[in-house]
């Protein structure tokens, strides 16, 4: 049982910490994102659904630092700066650590700060929700007895369990956040009037600065390229590997072999067999933790592209690193191998195919018997681009050659090939070819003429 | 040859004596050599302690040889007319077994008068018995009308004026506009293989000119759209690389020229006083070496040049940021310094227009090839000595013994 005087002290830590994190229930001129005034693309989208009517909840997900928790933060000071009341806007994040027991969200929702006004809904934006106890039934609950308006966030895509999707059905909407885009990341070094492109133009090398730093916030500015690849490596391996797989009760040190191994080979074809092999690992297990990490999204998986589903189901998956930041940051110094490079470029492209693709638009990659491939495969409203992606920074007849055979087999509509010159070719037997840098700067220009 | 160790000697009118310390102070090295060349010429040691003006005791310097090639940059770069080897001359004199090294410079005038440049201005002095002193209004004047009797061999050369002139024209054009002017001008009638260049990787990938990838390099954006295109312009045939603001220029008679907007050196502003907009650097240091390194290349690979035929003698180096005023620069580096002190150096603001070297910078072909880095260096020196800053302020990321910029990444 506990006492009076304990419960007390307990409590008093509850409400200590949620006024902490609304500084603007005290003062409402106070804000908590003033040192980030860059706004990432999703963020406009976020603010003006919680500004519209309806009572969907918003499930952000995506994996440790790219950003969620400043996101959040940018929206309440949005919500205040455009006239929201301040006792109506309650942020939290469960997972601060002076928190000493579990929380739930039901508790933070029933801390009602005085002067909440009855003309305005209350909006929730709750960090972390994974770490509140039964958040998932309270979350149905919630949106069903229309408590206010809620976007959570948590870096792990446990979130998107099956029977949670069932329940999330009509309740909430997931909407996935990766890290930067290129023009995201330049954004971070425009000056003022400046256009996404104007900065490239002025500072070319910014494209080769974005892929060896990844699409990671806290160190978009970053000169120190050695310095920020240790800590991202002791933030992604301690945080989001070892602290959440071991909260899985997985093997975290043979899982945590599994990710630097997945990441140094991003793309390549997943072959369990082997790989339990290398771990002295069940194949089963390592399976399983192919699916957490997956889980995590600092991996993401690519299916060959076949008409045929059983074809689909017999074939290996590719696993990418989410960010090519990952790939410079786990793989060897500076990254000149051409190999090494190759896998830098696609993990980029395909960080922004995964963006672009519809949930009715279908992407894989390609391959007929051993010699012929096609990276990506877009499908959408009927056609069918490939994509090929080559470090090179010539555009070499032998590749295009390649490409327009297996385009042909694929029957592609459109094929692109992009390439790692800093200038533009011109391309060649039908083959577009295009600078990694237009590519990533404009890629929905650049495939938004096949919809 | 130097003289004999001058142990026991008395400061003189030829013989001028300075502790280690001077290593790391160029300028006054170089004010005692012009003052010795503006009188009979002598000796400056580097590396002895004095009592009452005699050398007593030694002082070796620590890095003799690198120290030695830096001082003689200095003094190329810093004395006026450009003296000749013959005419200042930089060595090493090994002490006593176990001892070290010390530095010998001799100065032996061919020209009438010699000025120290220092900040777009220029110092005459003249050494007269155990000091130096300022010339007098008359004495400069002699000296003048005296040099223009005197045929200047080293400026006299059709060639050259012929380089000059071009210099003036891509610079002209570039005026108007502002930004960042870098001219290289080898010399010679060989000439290069457009062709060839434009299918190599040196203008695609920085790597090829040992360059960083993620750097501040010549190698413009692709949004540019534009690849390597040979074209002609006023000063003749060349591959042109980027758009108006940022582009890269190589003429067939190796000539680079690249230009780049002030914007593409802004450093992250102070977050404390983000006014006014400050250089960077990284990109200061990097820019300038990037050409340099890729000429470099070119200038050292016998395939790229028709019948094989590589440039000798000399490349003149003339760079100039335009629209410069109100900019600010601090000292060393953000990196070097770490933030919380960096920021708290007085950052200095350039008063005058624009900046433009007094004249062109001469490197020999060699030294392009070997030391590309070096003379990049010594470009971007001018540019921290015009805001007034020593040598000591310099950014610490270009390594004096190594004689390397190097940056992380």
Known sequence: MIEFSEFWCIAMDFFEILHDHNPWWRDPGLRRAGGYPLRRDLHGRLLSTLQREGRRAILLFGPRQVGKTILLLQLADDLLAAGWPPHNITYFDFSDDRITRRLTAREVVEARPTGVSADFPRIFLLDEIRSAGAWDRWLKQAVDQKVGRIVATDSAASLLRDDLRESGLGRWDEVGIEGLSLREFLSFHRLSEETAEDTLERQPNLVESYLALGGFPEHALSDDLPETHRRLRSDIVERSVERDLLRAGLDVQRVKDLFVYLIRDSGAEFNAEARSRDLEADPRSVRDWIRELIATRLVVSLERWSQQPAAKLRSRQRIFAADPGLIAAFGPSHVQEPRSRARLFEAAVFRQLRELISADGRLGFFRLDEDLEIDFVCEEAGQTTAIEVTSSVRVRGEKVERLRRAAGRLGATRSLLVHGGSVEEPGREGIEAIALSRFLLAPREILGDLR | ?409
């Open chain 2, 1 to 409: 040859m130097t003289s004999p160790l001058p142990l026991g000697s008395q400061e003189g009118s030829q013989l001028a004596i300075l502790g280690r310390d001077a290593v790391a102070d160029p300028a006054a090295v170089a004010r005692e050599a012009v003052a010795l060349l503006n009188a009979e010429g002598g000796e400056i040691w580097i590396g002895l302690t004095t009592e009452r003006g005699s050398a007593v005791g030694l002082e070796p310097i620590a890095g003799a040889e690198s120290e030695r090639k830096r001082l003689q940059d200095f003094l190329v770069d810093s004395i006026e007319p450009f003296p000749a080897p013959s005419e200042v001359e930089v060595s090493v004199v090994a002490v006593p077994p176990g001892e070290g090294s010390l530095l010998c410079v001799r100065c032996r005038p061919a020209q009438p008068l010699y000025a120290y440049l220092e900040r777009s201005g220029r110092w005459f002095l003249r050494r007269t018995g155990d000091h130096a002193r300022l010339l007098s209004r008359e004495e400069i004047e002699r000296g003048f009308v005296r040099r223009g009797l005197v045929r200047e061999p080293q400026v006299a050369s059709a060639e050259e004026i012929l380089q000059a002139a071009a210099q003036v024209q891509s610079m002209a054009e570039w005026h108007a506009r502002g930004g960042f002017w870098l001219h290289l001008e080898p010399g010679g009638p060989q000439r290069l293989d457009l062709e060839a260049l434009r299918e190599s990787d040196y203008l695609f990938e920085p790597a090829a000119t040992g360059n960083r990838r993620t750097g501040a390099t010549f190698v413009p954006a692709s949004l540019s759209g534009k690849g390597p295109a040979l074209a002609s312009d006023d000063l003749g045939s060349c591959l042109a690389l980027g758009r108006e603001s940022f582009n890269l220029r190589i003429y067939d008679n190796g000539r680079v020229v690249f230009r780049a907007p002030l914007e593409s050196f802004v450093a992250r502003p102070d977050p404390h006083h983000p006014a006014p907009r400050e250089l960077s650097s990284d990109e200061l240091l990097e820019y300038p070496i990037s050409v340099l390194r890729l000429l470099g290349r070119l200038l050292g690979e016998p395939g790229l040049w028709q019948s094989g035929l590589t440039p000798a003698g000399l490349v003149l180096a003339q760079l100039a940021f335009f629209q410069l005023e109100g900019w600010g620069l601090r000292p060393r580096s953000r990196r070097a310094s770490g933030d919380f002190l960096f920021w708290r150096q007085p950052v200095k603001v350039f008063a005058a227009k624009d900046f433009l070297l007094d004249r062109p910078l001469r490197f020999p072909v060699e030294e392009v090839l070997q030391r590309p880095d070096a003379c990049g260096f010594r470009l971007i020196r001018q540019l921290y000595l015009a805001f007034g800053f020593s040598l000591s302020e310099l950014p610490p990321e270009f390594d004096l013994k190594l004689e390397r910029l190097i940056l992380p990444g």
